[in-house]
């Protein structure tokens, strides 16, 4: 075991709403590779940015190589040493490998960049590494697994004493993963200290010498890899503790119709055989880690994006959907994840946003009833509690759960009855997100029926009445609510096919 | 917040009504009118206005029409070739064919809406930039209008010969003195397209799909439909400003008009419509134009022609835009 290169000790930070980090400790040893496990949102993610200067930490220090530091930008992190090899890839798909590699920081020949020395220089990096790519080709003609490999040599061609691999293998085939194992184990030989931040359990064994877990901006404990079982971290990963009642059995009485019925769906890579059916006044958990394929999963069900095959029957009757616009008209509505990108016309008024999905049902002929307009946006501001000074405000100026009562009051107003719920939480302070579960309770008694997708588990044990779980894109699991807990739901999420 | 409502409740009843930027564009409106008039006593003359009102129709026309692809985010290049090549055709009809001026008149709206709807489809179906598009359109109509024409200058009636009744739709002579009655046309048209701009489920829509297309895709609105909407009104109004052209100069030069686009766009966005889309006004628009025929109309008085013209209008214009991104940096934070 190596000597502590890096400590990280006392690390706080809070976004608005959320405290992301409370008082994180963390050591990475020279010659190890660290496991940093956790839920979506645990803070692994903020933790490994605070350290690579991407976000200013509140309080706490960092310690490298015995001297306390502090990074202002990633730039500076990378120049001490430390790099992080990023989930989504930042290469430039049109230059070649050596170009990308040292990008910035060019060897010159006079005015000019010196490309022979460059190609050299990168030839020499792939050699150490044992690579075979050839510095000269086009990155965007490489596979994501060699691009990644790209995004290593040029890590080490900084000199780097630590590097943090950021959920590297999503994206990877087997072979791929392979290979980027072993080009980790020779990292570790060099004393590299190596960070490895993975939802894989299976991989966590492979690759890792000790696990850090972490909860909710916790560090909840550090171990080795090879004493602790699969069964123990995740255990750890979602804490026996129980934050907010689960509930205890589903709602839905048991001859309620079935009102969608979804028969093999698929949908590229991320949509594959999925099957399910929806019943009256019941609220359908679609649990699984980022990645999974739920979201991909109603955006076809939905007609956002096209889909290869699948049957879709709505109240018995079998529909066609190939745009969001046939969807409607059968009755469905998506609230997306991302509110303001596909959700809202930010700069415009909460009465405009309210009526755009049956504007036909406000207008006299070619006209908008402007009255009948404002009375129905008024209308549902009041019930559904949300806080504005007027309906002529623009959304952009609301917070996001009032924002999130203005979509749901838009869907409302068009008469959805199958409504699909994408992380309705999201970037929702507690108690607007209390009003918003308290608002889902009150849709299905009143007869809609709700399929929400969330990622945080407290949420799904909390709301559903069932609840599916996927995994790269099929559905591993089915569980009754009065059977699901944390840990199976975790199970079917990890279970790779 | 608070702040914000504060700030709303000092706003005047004036900019409130019209907005801020519509109220500096009056000033400077105000002020250009004010500078020419004292440097230059050949521009007190009412001839000027007459001038002045010439130049405006056509591009006033079609900056009415392509406010609504600005509109949508998206922009339409083709207008300005695209009324020399409609009108072109129009004078075929007339002077080759024999044709009544009216049915050149059918002649030239149809043209006109064909490449309007043209556009729309291929932007809105294929999902290609309306930029890339409507400039491919622009030198493909270009291109039609010399091969149409045969590279002869087009020709409508003039003044005494037949059908040049066509002439008397943007001004009459009463006892010697030329009256512009098109900007009766013009003022009707401006509020008929506020109107639908403000009032109509179709300018709702194309609003919409400037603020943001795809949360209007996805609240089950045939986004498809109204994008080509939107390119429909630009091609009518192209089709207008033709016959506005042919009807107020009567000779037409096959292969010219590349730039008069530029001009309507620029009035658009002096008037206030957002490049990045979502926000404008027909009133606007017309101020914006107001702007620029007046620098057109006015500069060569004061002595400054054309390359002159050019580059004041460029100033302007970053002015104008400079204005749009405070507004917009205001809003964002």
């Known amino acids: ?497 | 917040m608070g702040n914000d409502k504060k700030a709303q409740k000092r706003k005047s009843s004036l900019t409130r009504t019209f907005g801020t930027q519509e109220v500096i564009v009056v000033g400077v409106i105000v002020i250009l009118f004010l500078f020419f008039s004292l440097a230059s006593q050949s521009f007190r003359r009412y001839t000027t206005v007459v001038t002045l009102c010439n130049y405006m129709y056509y591009i006033l026309l079609m900056a009415i029409g392509v406010t609504f692809p600005l509109i949508t985010a998206g922009v339409d290049l083709s207008i300005g070739t695209g009324i020399i090549c409609y009108s072109i055709v129009g004078s075929y009809v007339i002077s080759q064919m024999h044709m009544p001026v009216g049915v050149g008149m059918v002649v030239t709206m149809a043209l006109a809406l064909l490449f309007g709807f043209l556009n729309g489809i291929i932007i809105a179906k294929l999902d290609l930039p309306p930029f890339i598009v409507t400039l491919c359109t622009m030198m493909i109509v270009r291109g039609l209008g010399s091969i149409l024409a045969g590279g002869l200058s087009g020709v409508w009636p003039m003044a005494g010969s037949p059908g040049s009744w066509c002439r008397s739709i943007f001004k009459i002579n009463a006892g010697g003195k030329i009256i512009p009655i098109g900007m009766i046309w013009m003022i009707l048209l401006i509020v008929i397209m506020s109107f639908v701009l403000r009032k109509t489920r179709t300018g709702r829509y194309i609003i919409a799909i400037g603020s943001n297309k795809e949360a209007l895709r996805l609240s089950g609105v045939n986004v498809v439909k109204w994008q080509v909407a939107a390119y429909l009104i630009s091609g009518f109004f192209a089709g207008l400003a033709a016959i506005a052209y042919a009807c107020t100069f009567s000779n037409i030069t096959p292969g010219t008009g590349a730039g008069l686009e530029l001009d309507a766009i620029g009035g658009a966005i002096i008037g206030g419509t957002s490049m990045t889309g979502g926000s404008g006004s027909i009133f606007g628009t017309f101020l914006g134009v107001l702007v620029i025929s007046l620098l057109k109309t006015g500069l060569p008085y004061v002595g400054l022609q054309a390359n002159w013209q050019q580059i004041i209008t460029g100033l302007v214009l970053i002015g104008a835009v400079t204005m749009d991104m405070t507004k917009r940096h205001k809003a964002a934070g």
């Not at chain 1, 069964?231 to 589903?250: F, H, L, T, W």
């Not at chain 1, 394929?293 to 290869?308: S, V, Y």
């Not at chain 1, 407290?458 to 569980?479: K, P």
């Open chain 1, 1 to 497: 075991m190596g000597d502590i290169i890096l400590t990280m000790k006392g690390i706080d930070k809070t976004f608005p709403g959320v405290h992301a980090l409370d008082h994180v400790d963390l050591e990475i040893r020279r010659g190890e590779v660290l496991a940093l496990v956790g839920e979506n949102g645990a803070g692994k993610s903020t933790l490994m940015k605070v350290l690579t200067g991407i976000y200013k930490k509140d309080s706490g220090t960092i310690t490298y190589e015995g001297h306390p530091v502090e990074f202002n930008n990633p730039r500076e992190a990378q120049d001490a040493g430390i790099v992080i090899v990023h989930q989504e890839l930042n290469m430039i798909g049109h230059l070649t490998v050596a170009q990308n590699i040292f990008i910035g920081r060019e060897p010159r020949n006079g005015p000019f960049i010196d490309d022979a020395k460059m190609n050299a220089d990168a030839e020499k990096l792939f050699q150490e590494l044992n690579i075979e790519i050839d510095p000269k080709e086009t990155m965007s003609r490489l596979t994501v697994g060699r691009q990644q490999m790209c995004e290593i040599a040029k890590a080490i061609s900084h000199r780097a004493k630590i590097i943090v691999f950021d959920e590297p293998s999503a994206a990877l085939t087997d072979a791929e993963i392979a290979q980027l194992f072993k080009i980790i184990r020779d990292l570790r030989k060099k004393q590299l200290g190596i960070v490895y931040i993975s939802h894989r359990m299976d991989e966590i064994n492979q690759i890792t010498d000790r696990v850090t877990v972490m909860r909710d901006g916790h560090n909840v404990g550090t171990m080795l890899t090879s004493k602790s079982s699969k069964e123990d971290i995740i255990n750890r990963m979602v804490g026996r503790v129980i934050y907010e009642n689960p509930k205890a059995q589903s709602n839905v009485k048991p001859d309620a119709p079935t009102v969608l019925k979804v028969e093999h769906l698929n949908a590229g890579r991320m949509v594959q055989d999925v099957s399910f059916e929806l019943h009256k006044g019941e609220i359908l958990g679609f649990a699984g880690l980022m990645g999974a394929g739920r979201t991909e999963t109603a955006r076809a069900l939905f007609g956002a994006d096209p889909k290869q095959s699948g049957e879709i029957t709505i109240n018995g009757k079998k529909v066609d959907i190939r745009s969001p616009e046939q969807a409607v008209r059968a009755g469905l509505s998506y609230l997306s994840e991302d509110r303001k990108r596909f959700g809202l016309m930010l700069k415009k008024s909460i009465a405009e946003n309210s009526t755009i999905t049956c504007l036909p049902k406000y207008c006299r002929g070619p006209f908008i009833d402007k009255h009948r307009e404002r009375e129905v946006s008024r209308k549902y501001v009041e019930e559904l509690k949300t806080k504005t000074p007027s309906i002529d405000q623009m959304v952009i100026n609301l917070s996001g759960g009032n924002q999130q009562k203005v979509i749901i009051g838009k869907w409302l107003i068009g008469d959805a009855d199958i409504m699909i719920f994408d992380e309705p939480t999201r970037g929702i302070d507690v108690g607007a997100k209390q009003e918003i579960y308290e608002l889902m309770n009150r849709l299905v008694s009143q007869g809609k029926s709700i399929i929400m997708i969330s990622s945080e588990l407290t949420e799904i044990l909390r709301m559903s009445d069932r609840i599916l779980v996927m995994c790269e894109g099929r559905i591993t699991g089915e569980l009754d609510i009065k059977d699901a807990t944390q840990t199976k739901i975790m199970y079917f999420a990890t279970q790779r096919a």
